[in-house]
């Protein structure tokens, strides 16, 4: 039996949202046993909601995307309050399984002040309610181990992480997790870090539509795999072996 788990993904995209129906087939052939679908707004987050209870194997994840940087991955306008948002996750915590994407971005936001108070304020409420987080950090990986570090939260995700060797290094020794995405299959910094990071503090992610492993393929949760198989051929490890480890971590972490 396959364990496979797609730990950070937009099923709410478009080129997934018009065919989720296929998509979710296609990752329970694949042998997927969670998705792991992440809110950027406050109606997104909503959207994660709805997806979950059609589909038992999506796990909703609650973010809020720095909110001067959304331009890039969304119309809405940004003109929500975030504590009434927090509040709402508060209401509804039992629904969802973990907090992201949250985090900074520097290469399409320029208020960073504005993004490192909203960014403390998510973290508060992580910690109250004891969700792991999945953290965006865009040109902004310094500043993100910065908050991170001074929250003392432990349960933390660097999802896609793109920062230098000694900023991977420090992250790693703060105890935090990596998500390694599909285009592992070509990318030498993301190879670098499986290699350098023990398998108990990886996890797999497509960030679907985002990052296919396959030229002009629009990335889904299936092809999560992909990760797995680079993982395990990094590592000299079998798969199978690679599964139950990351497994054991999702367990660990979101159960």
């Known amino acids: 039996m396959s364990l496979f788990i797609d730990v950070h993904c937009h099923l709410d995209f ?20 969670a998705i792991v679908s992440s809110g950027i707004t406050p109606e997104t987050n909503k959207q994660m909601l709805e997806i979950a209870k059609k ?20 119309d809405e306008k940004n003109n929500f309050d975030v504590d009434t948002e927090l509040e709402f996750w508060e209401k509804n915590k039992d629904k969802f399984v973990s907090i992201g994407e949250v985090g900074l971005d520097y290469k399409n936001g320029k208020d960073s002040k504005m993004q490192k108070e909203v960014f403390q304020k998510v973290l508060e409420t992580a910690k109250k309610l004891n969700k792991p ?18 929250s003392g939260y432990k349960k933390v995700i660097m999802h896609c992480f793109s920062g230098k060797k000694h900023l991977v290094k420090r992250a790693y020794d703060l105890g935090y997790s990596f998500s390694i995405p599909t285009n592992v299959v070509r990318l030498q910094q993301f190879q670098d870090m499986v290699k350098e990071i023990n398998i108990s503090n990886l996890f797999c992610e497509t960030d679907a539509p ?5 030229k002009d393929q629009l990335n889904e949760p299936a092809f999560v795999v992909e ?25 660990r972490m979101f159960t």
Do not use: C
Request: glycine share 4%.
């Open 227 to 251: 990760s797995y198989k680079k993982i395990a051929e990094l590592k000299r490890m079998e798969l199978e072996e690679v599964e139950k480890n990351i497994w054991m971590n999702y367990q």
């Open 55 to 74: 589909y038992p194997i999506v796990k909703p994840s609650f973010g809020l995307y720095p909110m001067d940087a959304l331009t890039r991955e969304t």
């Open 14 to 33: 478009k080129g997934i949202i018009e065919r989720l129906d296929e998509v979710i087939k296609n990752a329970e052939k694949a042998g997927l046993k």
């Open 210 to 214: 985002f990052l296919s492993p396959f």
């Open 133 to 150: 987080v999945i953290i965006h950090s865009r040109k902004a990986e310094s500043d993100a181990l910065d908050i991170l570090e001074s």
